[in-house]
């Protein structure tokens, strides 16, 4: 069965670091590009930043770049969100999502787009206080 956990959410103060983990299971990671997603209730869920299959395509959307840092431990089949310097803005419920694809998220500086990832975590809480 395939699943994915996020976990590392909660509440922190402006210029605080939370790091977000995305656990898999019921598949191999590696053949899988993973995004990561916020959705604010009442607004629609935007991508954040992704990483390729291979690891070495990565992207994020501009209101992030240079605070938030995606990664990838495949031995534990685990995708890493660092997230610094938080600002209230990014309150939301964060996701991962994967897809079973070698060129999703390779040289490319867009955004993930949800439409694009089958399998979905439950989310997890971040917020930022000011």
């Known amino acids: 069965q395939v699943q994915l956990v996020e976990s590392g959410g909660g509440l922190v103060q402006a210029g605080g670091s939370l790091r977000l983990s995305c656990a898999a299971s019921?598949?191999?990671?590696?053949?899988?590009?993973i995004g990561w997603f916020r959705q604010v209730p009442g607004k629609v869920r935007e991508g954040v930043s992704c990483i390729s299959a291979s690891g070495y395509g990565t992207s994020y959307r501009d209101s992030v770049k240079g605070r938030f840092t995606i990664s990838r431990d495949n031995t534990k089949n685990t995708v890493y969100l660092q997230m610094n310097s938080l600002k209230p803005e990014d309150t939301a419920v964060y996701y991962c999502?994967?897809?079973?694809?070698?060129?999703?998220?390779?040289?490319?500086?867009?955004?993930?787009?949800?439409?694009?990832?089958?399998?979905w975590g439950q989310g997890t809480q971040v917020t930022v206080s000011s």
């Open positions: 999502a994967a897809v079973r694809s070698r060129p999703v998220c390779v040289l490319t500086s867009d955004p993930p787009v949800p439409g694009q990832y089958n399998y």
């Open positions: 019921g598949f191999t990671l590696d053949e899988y590009a």
